[in-house]
């Protein structure tokens, strides 16, 4: 697919997170909520694929991740999972979808497993939603917690808002995440936290710790699709990184190796965006495992004042 050739892989486990975590093997972790993008991501080697409620600002055109149905995710995930048989899919739950009652949570996650076929929900919240996150767990559902900036919430935070970097900030999201390790969840997603607090807090848990704009002293990294890619107009984080510049170098090459683009293209669809999306995933992948990314230039800066005054915490 998109030029990729080789054995079929076999779908990323629960026991290869936790051996990935002890090892210290860095997991690749990015966004798909369709069929062609989702082809790229598993053709690319990504461990994990996450159908985000982002999908509601990026593919369905909304301001926000808010206005996101239960119904919308449920299409998108089902999209993402047909293009993506063999990858490790989380289904994202989006606002309203669990906050009324554990009843509404099990029922809804339990819609992407049957529906959609994840193999996983994320949601966002801490300790005010640790009920919720132990009842769908022992549902039978694996679980992934979401801290630190969550988009859902961001009219709390006074906008979006780098997490972490005061006293009262880093230990509320402490306590958020062990309250979540306690309820139930099998890993955690930090967002938009400077590299330091949220190694400290990774640190305090025995589950892994992913990040997204949260440094690079992490079991992993996610990724918008749309940002690696460079198809979303409206804003770009700063911790996002542009891939396609350096995929279209390879592009380039690939095309000069290769001629006879009717061939290239009815033989292997490997002349074409598909193949580029492919590459810049790959070298996404290559980067994270290494450690490349996201490094000092992808992450927030902390002062030394502030690091200074994060020190004096009793979690640290």
């Given at each position: 697919m998109f030029g990729k050739k080789g054995e079929p892989r076999t779908k990323r486990t629960l026991v290869d997170f936790r051996r990935m975590k002890a090892k210290g093997e860095?997991?690749?972790?990015?966004?798909?909520?369709?069929?062609?993008?989702?082809?790229?991501?598993?053709?690319?080697g990504i461990d994990m694929i996450l159908v985000g409620d982002s999908g509601g600002m990026v593919q369905l055109g909304y301001q926000t991740t808010n206005p996101v149905t239960m119904d919308e995710m449920i299409t998108l995930a089902k999209a993402a999972r047909k293009g993506a048989p063999n990858t490790f899919l989380v289904g994202d739950m989006p606002q309203g979808s669990y906050e009324v009652s554990k009843e509404e949570g099990i029922r809804n996650a339990m819609r992407f497993v049957k529906e959609a076929g994840c193999d996983a929900i994320k949601?966002?919240?801490?300790?005010?939603?640790?009920?919720?996150?132990?009842?769908?767990?022992?549902?039978?559902?694996?679980?992934?917690?979401?801290?630190?900036?969550?988009?859902?919430?961001?009219a709390s935070f006074g906008g979006y808002r780098v997490q972490g970097k005061t006293i009262g900030g880093f230990e509320e999201v402490v306590e958020d995440a062990l309250a979540l390790q306690e309820a139930g969840i099998f890993c955690l997603l930090l967002e938009a936290m400077p590299t330091q607090p949220a190694a400290k807090l990774a640190q305090k848990l025995k589950i892994?710790?992913?990040?997204?704009?949260?440094?690079?002293?992490l079991d992993g990294q996610l990724i918008i699709m749309h940002d690696l890619l460079g198809l979303y107009a409206s804003f770009r984080p700063w911790?996002?990184?542009?891939?396609?510049?350096?995929?279209?170098?390879?592009?380039?090459?690939h095309l000069a190796a290769n001629p006879d683009l009717r061939k290239l293209g009815r033989e292997d669809r490997a002349d074409g965006l598909g193949?580029?999306?492919?590459?810049?995933?790959?070298?996404?992948?290559?980067?994270?495992?290494?450690?490349?990314?996201?490094?000092e230039e992808y992450s927030y800066p902390l002062k030394a004042e502030e690091l200074a005054e994060l020190t004096r915490s009793k979690y640290w």
């Amino acid at each position: 697919m998109f030029g990729k050739k080789g054995e079929p892989r076999t779908k990323r486990t629960l026991v290869d997170f936790r051996r990935m975590k002890a090892k210290g093997e860095k997991l690749t972790w990015i966004t798909a909520y369709d069929l062609p993008l989702a082809q790229c991501a598993e053709a690319a080697g990504i461990d994990m694929i996450l159908v985000g409620d982002s999908g509601g600002m990026v593919q369905l055109g909304y301001q926000t991740t808010n206005p996101v149905t239960m119904d919308e995710m449920i299409t998108l995930a089902k999209a993402a999972r047909k293009g993506a048989p063999n990858t490790f899919l989380v289904g994202d739950m989006p606002q309203g979808s669990y906050e009324v009652s554990k009843e509404e949570g099990i029922r809804n996650a339990m819609r992407f497993v049957k529906e959609a076929g994840c193999d996983a929900i994320k949601l966002e919240g801490g300790r005010r939603v640790a009920d919720k996150v132990k009842a769908i767990a022992e549902a039978g559902i694996l679980v992934i917690g979401h801290l630190g900036l969550t988009p859902q919430s961001t009219a709390s935070f006074g906008g979006y808002r780098v997490q972490g970097k005061t006293i009262g900030g880093f230990e509320e999201v402490v306590e958020d995440a062990l309250a979540l390790q306690e309820a139930g969840i099998f890993c955690l997603l930090l967002e938009a936290m400077p590299t330091q607090p949220a190694a400290k807090l990774a640190q305090k848990l025995k589950i892994p710790v992913y990040g997204i704009g949260a440094g690079t002293d992490l079991d992993g990294q996610l990724i918008i699709m749309h940002d690696l890619l460079g198809l979303y107009a409206s804003f770009r984080p700063w911790f996002a990184k542009c891939y396609i510049p350096q995929a279209a170098q390879r592009y380039e090459a690939h095309l000069a190796a290769n001629p006879d683009l009717r061939k290239l293209g009815r033989e292997d669809r490997a002349d074409g965006l598909g193949y580029i999306a492919a590459e810049a995933i790959s070298i996404y992948v290559d980067e994270v495992r290494s450690g490349a990314y996201p490094g000092e230039e992808y992450s927030y800066p902390l002062k030394a004042e502030e690091l200074a005054e994060l020190t004096r915490s009793k979690y640290w």
